[in-house]
């Protein structure tokens, strides 16, 4: 399994000298499992895998699959701006949850009307699937299982599956013991809210990479920020350890937040490992930067 992270921005696109060595785009990851490709959400960072598929498609036309995590801008951004939909030939299979159909194919459309574009894309060359989420999506040898995480509006993360190797993305989510203390206990707590959270860590078990929303540092995650569906470092790196995770990218970074902070808050992550003797690893890839399981 290979893997890219094309954008792992939350909110919008930022670009700058602060920014210029992770990247600045927002939430699009392309995954390779063998000859499948898979794409995981369609943010900003969607135009430049995009142009990296360009030559591919030239050569034997697009065949990709799309999994949308929810339908928030900075995940579905990328979407009118993916040029192999309009300069080749193949097909495009986007899979979501019920009801967000005639709202993604209407991305696509659009980028052919000239009110949304002052020279339009035109219109599609490939042909564009809309598939509703099973609970277990088979493409070939690849397994994909999804899970509703903890964000406002209908929001999921995905498991994909393929031979031996598992990598697991939950881009926007905050743990329900964050957001409702009050009604979550402890650990042992067998409360509802509690329950969900540990469904979390089952869904995300044993993971070769584990790529995990961690908007907030620890000292950001304030009462302000409690409820706005997003984790703290803490908390991304809390679940990586009780999933057992090998490796673990710090996702949906806020859009101020510099190389340089990201740096600082990898770094936290693995002295906290050190000191816990454990072996998990904290990656922190460019944009387009190769990750190998």
Not at 38 to 60: C, Q, R, T, V
Not at 137 to 161: A, C, K, Q, S, W
């Amino acid at each position: 399994m290979e893997v890219r992270i094309w954008g792992m921005r939350g909110g919008l696109p930022v670009f700058g000298a602060g920014t210029s060595r992770y990247g600045g785009n927002t939430a699009c990851v392309e995954v390779r499992c063998g000859k499948t490709l898979i794409i995981l959400d369609a943010g900003s960072g969607m135009f430049n895998l995009g142009l990296s598929l360009m030559a591919e498609a030239e050569n034997g036309g697009l065949d990709a699959h799309l999994f949308l995590s929810h339908v928030h801008w900075d995940h579905i951004m990328g979407l009118p701006f993916f040029t192999p939909v309009y300069q080749s030939p193949g097909k495009i299979t986007v899979y979501g949850v019920a009801g967000t159909e005639k709202q993604i194919l209407s991305l696509f459309q659009g980028a052919e009307a000239g009110e949304y574009f002052p020279v339009p894309l035109g219109k599609p060359s490939c042909e564009i699937i809309f598939q509703e989420l099973k609970e277990k999506t088979e493409i070939g040898d690849v397994v994909v299982g999804y899970h509703y995480l903890n964000h406002p509006g209908l929001t999921i993360g995905f498991r994909v599956e393929h031979e031996g190797k598992v990598l697991v993305y939950m881009p926007d989510n905050e743990p329900y013991r964050i957001t409702n203390k009050p009604l979550v206990r402890d650990q042992e707590d067998d409360t509802f809210l509690a329950r969900i959270d540990r469904e979390n860590v089952h869904f995300a078990r044993s993971a070769n990479l584990l790529i995990s929303d961690a908007a907030y540092s620890d000292e950001e995650m304030t009462s302000e920020n409690v409820t706005k569906g997003h984790s703290s470092v803490a908390e991304a790196l809390k679940l990586a350890m009780s999933t057992m995770a090998q490796k673990l990218v710090l996702f949906h970074h806020q859009p101020m937040r510099t190389d340089n902070q990201i740096d600082i808050l990898a770094d936290g992550c693995r002295k906290r490992v050190e000191a816990l003797k454990s072996k998990l690893e904290i990656l922190t890839p460019m944009e387009g930067e190769l990750i190998t399981l």
